[in-house]
């Protein structure tokens, strides 16, 4: 046991020995891998001609402006003098011709010259390596004649093509170009790059060839340099090619001045090149070749490639490379001691893992993250920032990685501010449309508070407008986050829209808080309806579907139309807007109870024709009126017939419209008015005719006052308290015509003609009754008269047994 | 299962019932129906069996109505109140033997009887009985009293004088042995009465007022029309009615003690087994004139015409 602890201790001292050892020791330069590699051939310029700036001719600023930013080479020497066979090296690693160079290993000969093979090259080449790895390369060749062109013939000016010259085309010289379409078809126009590059789909591997105005080769190399500098300078503004990023751009020489073997300018360029890197190490045409496959990731090398070492000088030792996703936060408003969570993405985008020393956050803000202590190359972690302001205002901070990197250390400003808790309110629905609803009836839709804010939210009250109610479970608070609804009922009162509001009123911001209702009130109506003590109001009042209610039917009665009564039962008090009879059946008792100090039935409209009939009005002596007219209204029509109207606190019938005389009339039959602690009937501006009429026990039986022509017929007034029948008038000119009638047993005078200020007062009797009466049987006062129509000048009526004494009539009429 | 359901929605019913009958104990408006029960709170969907058990449940000035035909029972009336029969059913009072149908012994409340029928069957003492102390006001509108051993309406109440007050419409009594309608110490209106076929017609005693007009007295065993002061006086008057084939005498001021007065006008007194227009002991029967001569029709009585003691100049 105590053995295998010591070995297995030793076992971790070396463990850790060595890991010490690959952190300390330095590591070996090598290209890093890429996605995106870009290689330019230019024309026939000695490298002492590109750097000469004495020349303007030959002087190409901008590529040694690159060369000198990035990285070149001061020894790279080109391979053999014609054209072709540079783009054939950098293909395949060969000059594919056993009389122009020392073939190497798995080349052969297929008789290559400056221009051309005498034979299709069979040899292993970067782009079969490209297809055989699934990897996209495109050549972007300017003024190819068309897409996956591989004529071998140059055309001549001023052939719109004229410029492309295909001795710079290397593809075109392989069997694998030149058997597959698809292959071929990689060989595009330059125009396509701008196309490629902006659209973030350019292959793994471009070529780029300028025509022979662009490269140097028909126009001087400044020309070159300025077609390069408006063409290729964007492509270094994209983000492969930012910091972090791996694209990697070579751009060379075929050959010298003298398209000879011999020095050229090759700038590499890159991110990940060393900074002003200056490379004095011999590089040939397979070094490029060589270079451009370990970065793309091909392991099987053409030709000389195998061989050849890649320009890894260029590029030193691997490193970690961060890239944040953001480098600044802002949080915005947050209630204090409330939090939001914001995350940041750590990339490596380095080839070199990354070690990371610490991540921090400061002030008001915390962090968690999934980093730990090492992120490998091409990995990503993420870091959630916290934001929970403790005090109000302005709340900055930072998030620092501290890390492997060469910059050491990336920083994420943080930016809050912390607001005091407070509600918000949320509706939900914004508005509501309850659409068509029948007049009358009722539908009900929720409405939905939220209090999305952060404090305690006070509702001071919630109300509904027009045709619409509420009930609501929010009660006085609703806490942050909670939500409560509203009921809002609709019940339109009559047709067309019927607009309304539901407003909360709170303690949150934009108080009151105002939800639009709307609706339509459809208006059905119809000629007769029928109430019974088994409806609803809400219902449409017809035979099967009664209302409860006489004020629910008056609702759905057309005008003119006709109420009736199903069953026995009380239908509650009415007022009266239009035409309309209410029946409540021979054989029923249809009541109408007013309670407190209401009013039975309220006829409230003018030019109206209602009939009354079968109605059992009782004020239980409370109400405080029976049947009430005016004094607003005119043109009224009332008939009543066989209707009891008993024990009210004021008056059974008062029937006092406003000016239109005798417009109005009143049409009283067989009915009972009695009990009326006020009087009984009294009516004023109109005429009226009472058949039948028995007035008991109220104030007065019948009074006509202003402007009334009243008519009785078979009625009768007793025990009332004060007069039986009266005619008083105040200014107004009154008749009251009494026929075969009786007036027995009333409080004070049988029959009463007074005129108490101004006007005229005119009492005519025929075969009328008085007795019995405690005041007198005939009282007239102030100059107001009794008639008495005469027989043979004598009158008709029987007038005894009065207790305050008979009295007389004022004059006769005779009969005719 | 169903059946249980059934069971269940009875049940919640009647506690819905009950409840409401806790919160509802005086009414204006109360119902009784033939499948009611006094146990109910009275109300339009709970009526109750009799209306002496709705009245209990009815405030003052209230109202009792019949929702369907049935008889309701004899009630002792202790408060204003009015019970309605409805005008197409038959509500109807049988009383037990001997008794009345409606008692009211209680003063000064205000007492309706609309569309009823009051059956003595031949068995029942009263049909209206009276006897409170002061203060009554009776309406009868609209009823039926038939076949009870005494009277058909006891209006008596014990004081009070023409504060009480009788009014009866379009009101028929009938078939009662003992009379039809009697009145004392109260004023009265009669219009479109008929008292026919009972012991007397309509009879005004001590201290009454009566008013009649529309109305007939017929086929009565004894006297149609009668006023008789005894120990207070007493007075009638008829207007436009008729007194016909009755067993005594047509119409009848009779004086025991105290004074009496009949006043007609426009009667047809006709057909009587006894006097048309009789008066004794000093009892005044006075016909309105016109023109110096009387406005009545009296003729055809068995036992003689007889004549007005007096005339009343119309006026």
Same mark, same amino acid.
């Given at each position: 046991?105590?053995?295998?602890?010591?070995?297995?201790?030793?076992?971790?001292?070396?463990?850790?020995?060595?890991?010490?050892?690959?952190?300390?020791?330095?590591?070996?330069?090598?290209?890093?891998?890429?996605?995106?590699?870009?290689?330019?051939?230019?024309?026939?310029?000695?490298?002492?001609?590109?750097?000469?700036?004495?020349?303007?001719?030959?002087?190409?600023?901008?590529?040694?402006?690159?060369?000198?930013?990035?990285?070149?080479?001061?020894?790279?020497?080109?391979?053999?003098?014609?054209? $072709?066979?540079?783009?054939?090296?950098?293909?395949?690693?060969?000059?594919?011709?056993?009389?122009?160079?020392?073939?190497?290993?798995?080349?052969?000969?297929?008789?290559?010259?400056?221009?051309?093979?005498?034979?299709?090259?069979?040899?292993? !080449?970067?782009?079969?390596?490209?297809?055989?790895?699934?990897?996209?390369?495109? $050549?972007?060749?300017?003024?190819?004649?068309?897409?996956?062109?591989?004529?071998?013939?140059?055309?001549?000016?001023?052939?719109?093509?004229?410029?492309?010259?295909?001795?710079?085309?290397?593809?075109?010289?392989?069997?694998?170009?030149?058997?597959?379409?698809?292959?071929?078809?990689?060989?595009?126009?330059?125009?396509?790059?701008?196309?490629?590059?902006?659209?973030?789909?350019?292959?793994?591997?471009?070529?780029?060839?300028?025509?022979?105005?662009?490269?140097?080769?028909?126009?001087?190399?400044?020309?070159?340099?300025?077609?390069?500098?408006?063409?290729?300078?964007? *492509?270094?503004?994209?983000?492969?090619?930012?910091?972090?990023?791996?694209?990697?751009?070579?751009?060379?020489?075929?050959?010298?001045?003298?398209?000879?073997?011999? &020095?050229?300018?090759?700038?590499?360029?890159?991110?990940?090149?060393?900074?002003?890197?200056?490379?004095?190490?011999?590089?040939?045409?397979?070094?490029?070749?060589?270079?451009?496959?370990?970065?793309?990731?091909?392991?099987?090398?053409?030709?000389?490639?195998?061989?050849?070492?890649?320009?890894?000088?260029?590029?030193?030792?691997?490193?970690?490379?961060?890239? *944040?996703?953001?480098?600044?936060?802002?949080?915005?408003?947050?209630?204090?001691?409330?939090?939001?969570?914001?995350?940041?993405?750590?990339?490596? !985008?380095?080839?070199?893992?990354?070690?990371?020393?610490?991540?921090?956050?400061?002030?008001?803000?915390?962090?968690?993250?999934?980093?730990?202590?090492?992120?490998?190359?091409?990995?990503?972690?993420?870091?959630?920032?916290?934001?929970?302001?403790?005090?109000?205002?302005?709340?900055?901070?930072? @998030?620092?990685?501290?890390?492997?990197?060469?910059?050491?250390?990336?920083?994420?400003? $943080?930016?809050?501010?912390?607001?005091?808790?407070?509600?918000?309110?949320?509706?939900?629905?914004?508005?509501?449309?309850?659409?068509?609803?029948?007049?009358?009836?009722?539908?009900?839709?929720?409405?939905? *508070?939220?209090?999305?804010?952060?404090?305690?939210?006070?509702?001071?009250?919630?109300?509904?407008?027009?045709?619409?109610?509420?009930?609501?479970?929010?009660?006085?608070?609703?806490?942050?986050?909670?939500?409560?609804?509203?009921?809002?009922?609709?019940?339109?009162?009559?047709?067309?829209?019927?607009?309304?509001? *539901?407003?909360?009123?709170?303690?949150?911001?934009?108080?009151?808080?105002?939800? !639009? @209702?709307?609706?339509?009130?459809?208006?059905?109506?119809?000629?007769?309806?029928?109430?019974?003590?088994?409806?609803?109001?809400?219902?449409?009042?017809?035979?099967?579907?009664?209302?409860?209610?006489?004020?629910?039917?008056?609702?759905?009665?057309?005008?003119?139309?006709?109420?009736?009564?199903?069953?026995?039962?009380?239908?509650?008090?009415?007022?009266?807007?239009?035409?309309?009879?209410?029946?409540?059946?021979?054989?029923?008792?249809?009541?109408?109870?007013?309670?407190?100090?209401?009013?039975?039935?309220?006829?409230?409209?003018?030019?109206?024709?209602?009939?009354?009939?079968?109605?059992?009005?009782?004020?239980?002596?409370?109400?405080?009126?029976?049947?009430?007219?005016?004094?607003?209204?005119?043109?009224?029509?009332?008939?009543?017939?066989?209707?009891?109207?008993?024990?009210?606190?004021?008056?059974?019938?008062?029937?006092?419209?406003?000016?239109?005389?005798?417009?109005?009339?009143?049409?009283?039959?067989?009915?009972?008015?009695?009990?009326?602690?006020?009087?009984?009937? &009294?009516?004023?501006?109109?005429?009226?005719?009472?058949?039948?009429?028995?007035?008991?026990?109220?104030?007065?039986?019948?009074?006509?006052?202003?402007?009334?022509?009243?008519?009785?017929?078979?009625?009768?007034?007793?025990?009332?308290?004060?007069?039986?029948?009266?005619?008083?008038?105040?200014?107004?000119?009154?008749?009251?015509?009494?026929?075969?009638?009786?007036?027995?047993?009333?409080?004070?005078?049988?029959?009463?003609?007074?005129?108490?200020?101004?006007?005229?007062?005119?009492?005519?009797?025929?075969?009328?009754?008085?007795?019995?009466?405690?005041?007198?049987?005939?009282?007239?006062?102030?100059?107001?008269?009794?008639?008495?129509?005469?027989?043979?000048?004598?009158?008709?009526?029987?007038?005894?047994?009065?207790?305050?004494?008979?009295?007389?009539?004022?004059?006769?009429?005779?009969?005719? | 299962?169903?059946?249980?359901?059934?069971?269940?929605?009875?049940?919640?019913?009647?506690?819905?019932?009950?409840?409401?009958?806790?919160?509802?104990?005086?009414?204006?408006?109360?119902?009784?129906?033939?499948?009611?029960?006094?146990?109910?709170?009275?109300?339009?969907?709970?009526?109750?069996? /009799?209306?002496?058990?709705?009245?209990?449940?009815?405030?003052?000035?209230?109202?009792?109505?019949?929702?369907?035909?049935?008889?309701?029972?004899?009630?002792?009336?202790?408060?204003?109140?009015?019970?309605?029969?409805?005008?197409?059913?038959?509500?109807?009072?049988?009383?037990?033997?001997?008794?009345?149908?409606?008692?009211?012994?209680?003063?000064?409340?205000?007492? /309706?009887?609309?569309?009823?029928?009051?059956?003595?069957?031949?068995?029942?003492?009263?049909?209206?009985?009276?006897?409170?102390?002061?203060?009554?006001?009776?309406?009868?509108?609209?009823?039926?009293?038939?076949?009870? /051993?005494?009277?058909?309406?006891?209006?008596?109440?014990?004081?009070?004088?023409?504060?009480?007050?009788?009014?009866?419409?379009?009101? /028929?009594?009938?078939?009662?042995?003992?009379?039809?309608?009697?009145?004392?110490?109260?004023?009265?209106?009669?219009?479109?009465?008929?008292?026919?076929?009972?012991?007397?017609?309509?009879?005004?005693?001590?201290?009454?007022?009566?008013?009649?007009?529309?109305?007939?007295?017929?086929?009565?065993?004894?006297?149609?029309?009668?006023?008789?002061?005894?120990?207070?006086?007493?007075?009638?008057?008829?207007?436009?009615?008729?007194?016909?084939?009755?067993?005594?005498?047509?119409?009848?001021?009779?004086?025991?003690?105290?004074?009496?007065?009949?006043?007609?006008?426009?009667?047809?007194?006709?057909?009587?087994?006894?006097?048309?227009?009789?008066?004794?002991?000093?009892?005044?029967?006075?016909?309105?004139?016109?023109?110096?001569?009387?406005?009545?029709?009296?003729?055809?009585?068995?036992?003689?015409?007889?004549?007005?003691?007096?005339?009343?100049?119309?006026?």
């Amino acid at each position: 046991m105590t053995f295998f602890k010591k070995r297995l201790n030793l076992f971790l001292y070396l463990v850790m020995f060595f890991l010490l050892l690959g952190a300390a020791l330095p590591v070996a330069a090598q290209v890093p891998a890429s996605k995106h590699v870009f290689l330019i051939m230019e024309e026939n310029t000695s490298y002492s001609s590109v750097v000469n700036t004495a020349s303007s001719t030959t002087y190409m600023p901008w590529l040694v402006s690159q060369g000198n930013l990035y990285g070149h080479a001061t020894n790279y020497l080109t391979n053999n003098a014609g054209s $072709l066979l540079a783009y054939l090296w950098v293909s395949s690693g060969s000059c594919e011709n056993s009389a122009r160079c020392t073939l190497p290993p798995g080349t052969n000969n297929f008789g290559c010259g400056g221009g051309s093979c005498t034979s299709t090259i069979t040899d292993d !080449n970067i782009y079969r390596e490209m297809a055989k790895a699934g990897k996209s390369w495109r $050549l972007y060749a300017e003024d190819i004649p068309s897409t996956g062109y591989t004529g071998l013939g140059q055309t001549v000016c001023p052939d719109p093509y004229c410029q492309y010259d295909p001795h710079h085309n290397g593809p075109i010289h392989y069997s694998d170009i030149i058997n597959s379409t698809t292959q071929a078809n990689n060989m595009v126009d330059f125009s396509q790059f701008t196309t490629d590059m902006n659209a973030g789909t350019l292959p793994q591997y471009s070529f780029i060839i300028p025509n022979n105005l662009h490269d140097a080769h028909d126009a001087s190399p400044a020309q070159a340099d300025l077609w390069l500098q408006n063409n290729i300078a964007p *492509l270094l503004s994209q983000p492969y090619f930012q910091p972090c990023g791996d694209g990697i751009l070579i751009i060379t020489f075929d050959n010298d001045d003298l398209d000879q073997s011999g &020095l050229v300018y090759t700038a590499v360029i890159g991110p990940k090149v060393i900074p002003h890197f200056v490379s004095n190490v011999r590089y040939q045409h397979q070094n490029a070749l060589r270079t451009m496959l370990d970065a793309l990731g091909i392991t099987t090398y053409p030709g000389d490639s195998a061989t050849a070492i890649p320009m890894k000088d260029f590029f030193g030792a691997p490193s970690a490379c961060p890239v *944040l996703s953001t480098t600044a936060l802002s949080y915005g408003d947050q209630t204090l001691n409330t939090n939001t969570s914001k995350t940041v993405t750590l990339t490596n !985008n380095g080839n070199a893992a990354m070690s990371i020393t610490s991540i921090i956050a400061t002030g008001d803000y915390s962090q968690t993250n999934n980093c730990g202590v090492s992120l490998a190359a091409g990995a990503s972690c993420t870091t959630t920032v916290t934001f929970k302001p403790t005090v109000l205002g302005i709340r900055n901070g930072t @998030l620092t990685f501290k890390d492997s990197a060469p910059s050491g250390s990336q920083v994420v400003t $943080l930016t809050g501010n912390g607001v005091s808790p407070a509600p918000v309110v949320s509706l939900s629905p914004s508005s509501l449309n309850f659409g068509n609803q029948n007049v009358g009836t009722s539908t009900t839709q929720v409405e939905t *508070l939220t209090n999305t804010g952060t404090g305690a939210l006070s509702i001071t009250s919630i109300a509904a407008t027009g045709d619409y109610t509420q009930t609501n479970n929010c009660g006085t608070s609703l806490a942050a986050g909670a939500s409560c609804t509203t009921n809002v009922t609709f019940t339109p009162s009559a047709g067309g829209a019927r607009a309304g509001t *539901l407003t909360y009123t709170d303690s949150a911001a934009g108080s009151p808080h105002v939800v !639009n @209702l709307t609706g339509t009130g459809v208006s059905i109506v119809s000629s007769n309806t029928y109430v019974s003590t088994l409806g609803v109001d809400t219902n449409v009042c017809s035979r099967p579907s009664p209302c409860l209610t006489f004020a629910g039917a008056l609702a759905k009665t057309s005008a003119g139309g006709e109420i009736d009564v199903i069953d026995p039962g009380e239908y509650g008090p009415i007022t009266i807007n239009k035409s309309v009879t209410i029946d409540g059946g021979g054989g029923l008792t249809a009541g109408i109870v007013t309670g407190g100090n209401g009013y039975a039935i309220v006829i409230n409209a003018s030019n109206v024709n209602i009939t009354l009939r079968n109605l059992d009005i009782t004020g239980a002596t409370i109400g405080f009126s029976g049947i009430t007219v005016g004094p607003g209204v005119t043109g009224v029509t009332l008939h009543v017939e066989k209707c009891v109207i008993t024990s009210f606190a004021g008056i059974g019938i008062d029937f006092e419209p406003g000016a239109g005389g005798q417009a109005n009339q009143l049409l009283v039959t067989r009915t009972s008015v009695r009990n009326n602690v006020k009087g009984g009937i &009294l009516i004023a501006n109109a005429k009226a005719a009472l058949n039948a009429v028995a007035s008991a026990r109220n104030s007065f039986g019948v009074k006509a006052i202003d402007g009334a022509i009243v008519e009785v017929r078979r009625g009768s007034a007793g025990g009332n308290t004060s007069q039986g029948y009266a005619a008083q008038s105040s200014g107004g000119a009154v008749q009251l015509s009494i026929v075969d009638s009786i007036s027995a047993a009333n409080g004070g005078n049988g029959i009463d003609s007074a005129v108490v200020s101004g006007g005229s007062a005119i009492i005519r009797l025929s075969n009328v009754t008085v007795t019995e009466n405690t005041g007198t049987g005939l009282a007239n006062s102030g100059g107001g008269q009794i008639l008495s129509l005469s027989r043979n000048g004598q009158g008709t009526n029987n007038i005894s047994g009065n207790i305050g004494g008979n009295g007389a009539p004022t004059g006769v009429f005779a009969r005719r | 299962m169903r059946k249980f359901h059934s069971s269940i929605k009875a049940t919640g019913f009647i506690l819905v019932v009950l409840t409401a009958a806790s919160f509802a104990q005086a009414q204006t408006r109360t119902w009784v129906s033939g499948v009611g029960d006094d146990a109910n709170p009275c109300s339009r969907t709970a009526p109750c069996k /009799t209306f002496a058990g709705a009245i209990s449940k009815t405030a003052s000035g209230g109202e009792i109505d019949a929702l369907d035909p049935g008889g309701f029972g004899a009630v002792n009336i202790t408060k204003s109140i009015t019970i309605d029969g409805g005008g197409g059913p038959v509500a109807s009072i049988l009383p037990g033997v001997g008794a009345s149908a409606v008692n009211i012994s209680t003063a000064n409340i205000n007492v /309706t009887l609309r569309n009823i029928e009051l059956a003595g069957v031949t068995t029942g003492a009263t049909g209206v009985s009276v006897s409170a102390a002061s203060g009554v006001v009776l309406h009868l509108e609209n009823v039926a009293i038939s076949s009870f /051993t005494g009277l058909g309406v006891d209006f008596e109440p014990t004081a009070g004088g023409t504060a009480n007050q009788l009014f009866m419409i379009n009101t /028929t009594v009938r078939n009662n042995a003992g009379g039809g309608i009697l009145i004392a110490n109260a004023s009265a209106l009669l219009d479109n009465v008929r008292s026919d076929f009972n012991g007397y017609g309509v009879k005004a005693i001590d201290g009454a007022r009566v008013s009649v007009r529309d109305s007939d007295a017929s086929g009565n065993t004894n006297i149609g029309f009668v006023a008789k002061g005894t120990a207070a006086s007493a007075e009638m008057n008829i207007a436009d009615s008729t007194s016909s084939n009755n067993g005594s005498n047509g119409i009848h001021s009779a004086s025991a003690g105290q004074p009496t007065i009949v006043r007609v006008s426009n009667v047809t007194v006709t057909n009587n087994a006894g006097i048309g227009l009789a008066n004794s002991g000093g009892g005044q029967l006075l016909s309105f004139s016109q023109g110096g001569q009387g406005t009545n029709n009296v003729a055809g009585n068995t036992g003689g015409d007889g004549a007005p003691t007096g005339t009343l100049p119309r006026q």
